[in-house]
């Protein structure tokens, strides 16, 4: 006798379109994983050194020789919660170029492999004018895996 499969109930919701891990449509990005939420009141911020470059991220030659980091660069002081926007919007204070309104930054995180050379590793990408509908917005340092001590490398594409 073959297996019968049940129908769903009647009042159920339609399953929809296939879902990855995190339980978003795929090619979608997905809800922030539990990340916890910090409490800035009560948490101290850590330093984060950013170096902004316009129509290219910086080479890993760049940053090969501990204190001659490129010129260009901004601290900011701000917690593992902050999102991309949230950096978005401090760079376009200090960089003209990023506060054009086609303009695209690119986010990378430097840090040194465990073998001790630097890496580049591009986390995300942002426009100047907010959007509900871009998901790189949304994304947190944490979530998407900063380290403290890692250096953040913003592109400036117009």
Known sequence: ???????????????????????????QPGPPRNIPVVDREKTCPLLLRVFTKN???????????????????VQIYTWRDATLRELTDLVKEVAPAARKRDARLSFAFVYPDRHGRNVIR?????????????????????????????????????
């Open 1 to 27: 006798m073959a297996a019968q499969v049940a129908a769903p109930p009647p009042d159920s919701q339609p399953r929809g379109p296939p879902r990855n891990v995190m339980g978003a449509p795929r090619g």
């Open 55 to 73: 129509g290219g991220h910086h080479t890993v030659e760049d940053f090969s020789v501990r204190g001659k980091e490129p010129k260009d660069e």
């Open 122 to 158: 591009t986390v995300g990408m942002t426009h100047s004018t907010p959007s509900a509908r871009r998901g790189d917005d949304f994304r947190s340092l944490a979530e998407l895996q900063f380290q403290t001590g890692d250096f953040l490398d913003v592109a400036i594409f117009n």
